[in-house]
């Protein structure tokens, strides 16, 4: 609103931000009913490859459409056209052999190519009435991947729709069934209502963070152990940032969904400049990490997303080290560990001079990414708790970490914040160039807010972390700045609760006084019994 004075009346900007909130919060409902109901028998974490991938082809669909348009529409009014004609031009109706003149640049600049008449609008509007619909869709698939053949993109590209299976008897026994049901996804994702132009990024980028969350709610362990909470996601992304504007190589070397990855992107905004480096062990997994990229604009020269396991066969060897490094690997994961006898030799594992146990890979990943971090970088690493203060090869690898001056701050956060397990987790922060020979312990555990059947952090509650850490004093029962030897001293016991003494909320009782009011009970007590048996007495004499 906008008063006579043509000044911003007070409040405007608040009730923008509102309607705003609402606004999201609507589509996001209607993200998730939608997808509940499209579902029907089919298991909610099974169906989420079909709901994502039509996002995802929806999205690269009106993203190139867009590029194209406006390219076109330039290129027209240089060469003299007129405003109508320029306007005019729309890629999406456009023959397919003229687009294929200008398939080698579009590769070039974007990665993939994909026929006008194979955008997600133009096949949606046929699909009704196309009895070969689930062979459409995979024909489509596979030619949008096999056009980054050759090309920068294509591994990035590769195998990306080998989750959207369009034959699968998920969707139907018969090809009517699968094909109906296809109708119905096609129709309902290309309903939602999402931004075109420049806030398209942001709105596809949303609607899949939101989809991703509540797929991982509802799936419980076998789906949430992949997906880190955004609140979580943004503490860590700042912590690995250290007051940086911008770094130029992020790197999560269990990278999931990439969520983590992303949230670089979202802090610090979009950057020609920053590459995001992730591998990723699950193949569903890896699939949904590459189209979260895409989703979020990140050009396929821009990230480095590998399938494998990081421990045993790292893919960036080429590439490290990295400005900073955030990840949430699996807890108490087993791996090969001493029964090959190479590992011991790797460089990264080496200089603590005993391996990780086989059954508890924890501090595997976490020399790792000590390796692979530059000299002023910094890492922030969920931990399981017990690799705090279990003995043995763990011990040892404390013990390194803490004698070299490698842990900059411990910090324990509070139970039930992550999906498929409820425990208290820790974040460890890892530098190489230190201030001080301390390190710093967080207890964070009372920082949350219950949200449902979770806790979660709210802003205020990660900004109280992050200022924690970054004043680096200590504070009466939550912080405590503690030196190499004091930790020496207690066997490289890094848990939180070893240092900071939490706050006695037990009421203090005053023991003369309780004596006193005790005294003056009994007495009374005395004086009572006195007077009953003086009246019982009195009554026995009257018989």
């Known amino acids: 609103m906008m008063s006579g004075t043509g000044k911003e009346e007070p409040g405007d900007g608040i009730e923008d931000i509102v309607a705003a909130m609402i606004e999201r919060a609507e589509l996001h409902r209607t993200i998730w009913r939608i997808a509940n109901d499209l579902r029907g028998s089919v298991d909610g974490w099974d169906f989420k490859s079909y709901v994502l991938g039509f996002l995802f082809y929806r999205f690269i669909s009106e993203n190139l459409t867009e590029y194209m348009n406006v390219s076109q529409r330039e290129g027209i009014l240089a060469e003299g056209g007129s405003v109508e004609e320029a306007a005019s031009f729309d890629y999406a109706a456009l023959d397919d052999a003229v687009a294929e003149t200008d398939r080698e640049g579009i590769v070039r600049e974007r990665g993939f190519f994909i026929r006008p008449s194979d955008l997600f609008s133009n096949v949606r509007a046929r699909a009704a009435s196309d009895e070969d619909l689930n062979e459409t869709l995979a024909r489509v698939f596979r030619y949008v991947e096999n056009s980054a053949r050759g090309s920068g993109a294509e591994s990035d590209l590769r195998g990306l729709f080998d989750d959207v299976d369009v034959n699968s008897t998920k969707l ?28 398209q990024i942001d709105a596809f980028g949303d609607a899949y963070e939101y989809l991703m969350t509540m797929y991982a709610s509802s799936a419980g362990k076998s789906g949430g152990e992949f997906y880190t909470p955004q609140e979580v996601a943004d503490v860590l992304a700042k912590l690995a940032l250290d007051g940086r504007r911008d770094v130029s190589r992020v790197y999560d070397p269990c990278a999931g969904s990439g969520s983590l990855l992303l949230k670089y992107a979202k802090i610090l905004g979009p950057s020609s400049r920053r590459q995001y480096f992730g591998q990723e062990i699950n193949l569903t997994t890896y699939n949904l ?11 396929f020269s821009n990230f480095d997303i590998a399938l494998g396991d990081t421990l045993t066969e790292p893919a960036h060897w080429d590439y490290q080290p990295f400005d900073a490094i955030v990840s949430n690997p699996p807890y108490s994961t087993k791996w090969v560990g ?4 190479s590992l011991i030799n790797d460089p990264r594992f080496a200089p603590a001079g005993v391996l990780a146990p ?23 690493i969920v931990e399981f708790p017990g690799v705090l203060y279990r003995g043995a090869a763990e011990g040892k690898i404390r013990r390194y ?8 701050a411990v910090i324990q956060l509070p139970p039930d914040l992550f999906f498929g397990t409820t425990i208290a987790t ?12 301390s390190v710093l312990f967080v207890d964070a555990s009372g920082e949350f807010v219950r949200d ?14 992050l200022s924690l850490v970054s004043d680096r004093q200590p504070v009466d029962h939550v912080a405590a700045l503690v030196s190499i030897d004091d930790i020496k001293d207690n066997d490289w016991n890094l848990s939180v609760s070893s240092y900071v003494e939490p706050e006695d909320t037990r009421e203090q009782v005053d023991i003369v006084e309780l004596n006193a009011r005790i005294a003056g009970i009994v007495e009374r007590q005395q004086a009572l019994r006195a007077s009953i048996d003086a009246i019982v007495a009195e009554l026995e004499a009257d018989r």
């Open 172 to 199: 139907g026994n018969t090809v009517a069934q699968r094909n109906a049901k296809l109708v119905k996804i096609m129709n309902a994702i290309g309903d939602l209502p999402l931004e075109h132009g420049a806030a």
């Open 289 to 299: 990490c590459r189209i979260n990229m895409f989703l979020h604009d990140v050009n």
């Open 338 to 341: 001493k029964d090959d006898d």
């Open 358 to 380: 086989k059954s508890k890979a924890d501090l595997a990943f976490t020399m790792h990414m000590l390796h692979w971090l530059a000299e002023d970088g910094t890492a922030a």
């Open 401 to 408: 970490l803490v004698d070299n001056n490698f842990v900059h």
């Open 426 to 437: 820790c974040i460890i922060v890892l530098k190489k160039a230190r201030p001080d020979y």
């Open 452 to 465: 449902g059947n979770k806790n979660r952090l709210t802003q205020e509650n990660q900004e109280r972390i």
